[in-house]
């Protein structure tokens, strides 16, 4: 059934307009390169700053910026993402790093959910001044891993 659905994709005009393309391809990858980099680009230093580092910078304003940054990247990276994937469903849909990829990515997209829902427990004050609580840590740390997880993961889908 998967099977037959992700040829279908690959059989599509859009997908067989993007493998034979000079530019479309090139450009859509080079989008979701750019969507990942927002994304880990400010995962990064957010979770840090949750974790402890450079304590004297007010968290608030950094997790504002930062987030919608993040959200933007991820937004893009699906977008683009989609579109790389018809080109080559069939092979994806059996491969178990891209496989491994989707799982982490669905693992830090829940944690980013119960983050939002932590930040909202935890007093403006909290977040400004001193180390974060331990659940919000927790979810710094599980972020970390899960978004270089997936940076890793997803270049390796392109080599093997």
Known sequence: MIEQ???ALEATA???ALRNSVWSYP???AAHILGVALLVGSI???DLRLLGAWPSVPL???WGVLTRT???GFLLAIIFG???FITRATEYIVSNLFIAKMVVVA???TNVLTLRILRGQVSEMALTYGKPPLPVRLAAAVSLVTWLTALTLGRLVGYF
């Open 5 to 7: 659905w992700a040829a």
């Open 14 to 16: 859009l997908a067989a």
């Open 70 to 72: 993040a959200g933007a």
């Open 82 to 84: 989609m579109l790389l």
């Open 44 to 46: 990064v230093p957010l």
């Open 60 to 62: 608030a304003p950094l």
């Open 27 to 29: 450009l859509v990858n």
């Open 107 to 109: 693992i830090g997209t």
